[in-house]
């Protein structure tokens, strides 16, 4: 009896892979594939400065990625529950305290104002993930076996319709998204260029080197928030008055913001965290006069640098609360890293030259429907190919023929 029942089980796990495999294959030979334009550096006589208007007063300090226990405890963090996120952020001193469940819209809190719907989109072997921000709902497409670059896009294009920000989540954590890929790769909004399993500051470059305005991230992406090592690593600030959502989140995709990668000595306890996040420097300013772009901090930092096309350094100030760079006509974007006594540094989002009226504007992919059709006769050649053969292997034909006739004649 119980050989029995396992062997209906094993048969009914055999038809679930099939399904599933039959239901992959489908979605890989349905993707689209895309024509990308040549992309370029930025250009034009203008200068964009996300940071107009900044106040220097209105910094919140925010996190768009830890996880929470979901699925059962399947996925990682299965051990933080939303009270103890919220309570341990808190007490960093943090404003804005977002979970990113994987495939997972967490609803702690959605009655207040101050609530922004996020998950991690992605069940790729390689980690080929999005941050969604101001979600309307899961997208349940993914490639989870491999991803080319059309692939990848195709991705981002389905998750656009439903969520207000796209963030490429750790690019170079196992190679999700390799370098050539931010050449190309089109209609995202921001770059998880920091947290505290992968920093991705050279696919940061490559995006900006392309003409891409795709502004910073950073998160701890916490899987343990009892963890220290794990809690106030990296963090985002936003320039906002407000903690509405909608002020959060159009001040974030503006790029009115950086990235902060907060110094922690080994052993640290959340006591000793606390007075170093309450204790970090202030933007004062950063300002764009002309063609000259000045930052000020509230204390020296031990170093400025300004770093433009291809992640090449152009200028350093040492010891000093104030730094200015004059853009020269090569340069197609400036960015700013800020480097403390203490080890914290700031990333700075990108002033980059434009013409016309949208800054960074740039040509989205577009579907090649004569290379997207072939790939899916091919693919339907394939399907019937592998039908055909199941059903010969599972139904083999009777032989028939004199042999078989004979048979017959002496039976009767």
């Excluded at 396992?6 to 099939?18: S, T």
């Excluded at 830890?66 to 943090?94: C, D, F, K, M, P």
């Excluded at 963090?235 to 009115?256: E, H, M, P, W, Y």
């Excluded at 203490?342 to 980059?352: E, K």
């Amino acid at each position: 009896m119980l050989g029995r029942f396992f062997k209906i089980l094993f048969k009914l796990a055999g038809w679930l892979i099939l399904m599933l495999l039959v239901f992959f294959f489908v979605i890989y030979a349905i993707a689209p594939i895309y024509d990308f334009p040549d992309y370029k550096p930025f250009s034009g006589d203008k200068l964009y400065n996300p940071y107009r208007g900044m106040d220097s007063s209105a910094w919140k300090k925010g996190n768009f990625q830890v996880q929470s226990r979901a699925w059962l405890g399947i996925t990682n963090g299965r051990h933080n529950t939303n009270e103890a996120i919220q309570a341990i952020y808190r007490q960093l001193g943090y404003d804005i305290i977002v979970t990113s469940d994987y495939m997972k819209i967490n609803q702690f809190g959605e009655e207040s104002p101050e609530y922004i719907a996020t998950y991690e989109h992605g069940y790729s072997a390689r980690k080929t993930h999005q941050v969604c921000i101001g979600s309307d709902g899961i997208n349940w497409i993914d490639y989870p076996f491999y991803q080319n670059l059309h692939h990848k896009q195709h991705v981002i294009n389905m998750l656009r319709d439903d969520n207000e920000i796209i963030a490429l989540a750790h690019p170079d954590l196992r190679d999700g998204y390799v370098l050539d890929d931010l050449k190309y790769l089109t209609n995202y909004d921001l770059m998880e260029a920091m947290s505290q399993i992968r920093f991705s500051i050279q696919h940061w470059d490559m995006a900006l080197s392309h003409g891409h305005a795709a502004f910073i991230l950073g998160n701890d992406d916490a899987h343990d928030v009892f963890n220290p090592e794990e809690v106030g690593r990296v963090c985002t600030f936003i320039n906002t008055r407000s903690l509405d959502a909608d002020q959060v989140k159009r001040n974030l995709k503006s790029g009115n913001a950086f990235g902060a990668r907060v110094a922690m000595q080994p052993g640290e306890n959340f006591v000793e965290k606390a007075n170093v996040h309450n204790n970090l420097p202030v933007m004062k300013s950063i300002d764009l006069t002309g063609d000259t772009l000045t930052v000020t901090l509230s204390e020296p930092a031990a170093l400025i640098a300004f770093i433009g096309q291809g992640g090449t350094l152009r200028r350093t100030f040492s010891d000093t609360s104030r730094a200015s760079y004059i853009m020269r006509p090569n340069d197609t974007y400036i960015r700013t890293e800020i480097t403390f006594d203490n080890s914290t540094m700031y990333y700075l989002n990108p002033v980059f030259r434009y013409s016309g009226l949208v800054p960074g504007l740039q040509p989205p992919a577009t579907v090649n429907w004569v290379k997207t059709w072939i790939q899916r006769g091919v693919a339907l050649v394939i399907f019937i190919m592998l039908l055909l053969i199941v059903i010969r292997i599972r139904h083999p034909r009777k032989r028939k023929g004199r042999m078989g006739r004979r048979t017959y004649y002496y039976q009767s």
